[in-house]
C-alpha cells in the first residue's frame, strides 16, 4: 500500500509538472506573473510544514531549526539532505 502511494505521489507531481509545462510553453509572462510561478513551490512548502512545526513534537520543532539554520548556509540539495537526516534522527531518538 505504501508503494502504491509513493507511486501515485510521484505520478501526479510529474503529470502536475507536464500540464504546467504545456499550459504555459507558448506564452510570454510578464515580470508579475513570472515572480508568482517562482515563489508559489515555497508557499505550498511552508503550508504543508506549518502544521509540523506546530504539533508540540519536540523533535519535528527541532528539525525544523535544524532545517532553517541549514536553509541559511547551503543550496538547496544539502538543506534537503541535513532536513532529512535531522528529522529522521530526532524523531528515532525523542519519540
Known amino acids: 500500500m505504501a508503494l502504491l502511494t509513493i507511486v ?5 507531481t510529474y503529470l502536475t509538472r507536464i500540464i504546467g509545462y504545456l499550459a ?33 513534537h519536540i523533535s519535528d520543532i527541532l528539525a525544523v531549526a535544524i532545517t532553517f539554520v541549514a536553509m541559511l548556509r547551503f543550496s538547496l540539495l544539502p538543506t534537503v539532505i541535513i532536513a532529512i537526516v535531522a528529522t529522521g534522527l530526532l524523531r528515532h531518538w525523542l519519540l
Do not use: D, K, Q
Open 24 to 56: 504555459l510553453r507558448n506564452r510570454t509572462l510578464n515580470p508579475r506573473l513570472e515572480r508568482v510561478m517562482e515563489v508559489v513551490p515555497g508557499c505550498v512548502l511552508i503550508a504543508v510544514i506549518a502544521p509540523v512545526i506546530f504539533s508540540g
Open 8 to 12: 501515485a505521489m510521484g505520478m501526479t
